[in-house]
T-cell receptor, first 111, second 115 residues
Framework: DAKTTQPTSMDCAEGRAANLPCNHSTISGNEYVYWYRQIHSQGPQYIIHGLKNNETNEMASLIITEDRKSSTLILPHATLRDTAVYYCIVRFGSGTYKYIFGTGTRLKVLA | DVKVTQSSRYLVKRTGEKVFLECVQDMDHENMFWYRQDPGLGLRLIYFSYDVKMKEKGDIPEGYSVSREKKERFSLILESASTNQTSMYLC??????????????FGPGTRLTVL
């Protein structure tokens, strides 16, 4: 089962791009990479997911390396409201529905 | 937008009480999940359901039961609340099939305190 490794914490200046890395070196071919975030005392919020190609939506961009062993979530213009814990998750194999949330990266956006 | 609602944001109960946590989703999702979240332990799956009246145990089902009588509603029951069940409880739902397989959408959470 693929596991993920993320830095414990990061700071980013308001208005700048926040680049959050994730390592998932044991990911298998049919597993997706998902990103969620959790603002203090709220439920996790879905951000984006991808398989092989880079993805972009209104919230963020997801860059997946060609070998799929790592990815980067990009918040193009971070705001104070983006301060949260960001979780990188790999779909837990086939036949089950469970996600495994690790400890995530605590992003602090500074004014 | 997908909306998952939970019956209470904060709940305080006494040891031994029977506790009901309700979750409702409005997107006709087949799958629904109950997790608990504790500091340093991340999210842990308690139970999930992939259809009405169907349920599967997650990693930590002991002390809990669930009920899914209608597709949109999934209830978590603490038969006899104990202090070690003090936690944040999160409900999620997902659709099965297509590119969005397994994208889970979470409710706001219920912070339960058992005294």
């Amino acid at each position: 089962d693929a596991k993920t490794t993320q830095p414990t914490s990061m700071d980013c200046a308001e208005g700048r791009a926040a680049n959050l890395p994730c390592n998932h070196s044991t990911i298998s071919g049919n597993e997706y990479v998902y990103w969620y975030r959790q603002i203090h005392s709220q439920g996790p919020q879905y951000i984006i997911h991808g398989l092989k190609n880079n993805e972009t939506n209104e919230m963020a961009s997801l860059i997946i390396t060609e070998d799929r062993k790592s990815s980067t979530l990009i918040l193009p213009h971070a705001t104070l409201r983006d301060t949260a814990v960001y979780y990188c998750i790999v779909r837990f194999g086939s036949g089950t529905y469970k996600y495994i949330f690790g400890t995530g990266t605590r992003l602090k956006v500074l004014a | 937008d997908v909306k998952v609602t939970q019956s209470s944001r904060y709940l305080v109960k006494r040891t031994g009480e029977k506790v009901f946590l309700e979750c409702v989703q409005d997107m006709d999702h087949e799958n629904m999940f109950w997790y608990r979240q504790d500091p340093g332990l991340g999210l842990r799956l308690i139970y999930f359901s992939y259809d009405v009246k169907m349920k599967e145990k997650g990693d930590i089902p002991e002390g809990y039961s669930v009920s899914r009588e209608k597709k949109e509603r999934f209830s978590l029951i603490l038969e006899s609340a104990s202090t070690n069940q003090t936690s944040m409880y999160l409900c999620a739902s997902s659709f099965t099939g297509g590119r969005s397989t397994d994208t889970q959408y979470f409710g706001p959470g219920t912070r339960l305190t058992v005294l």
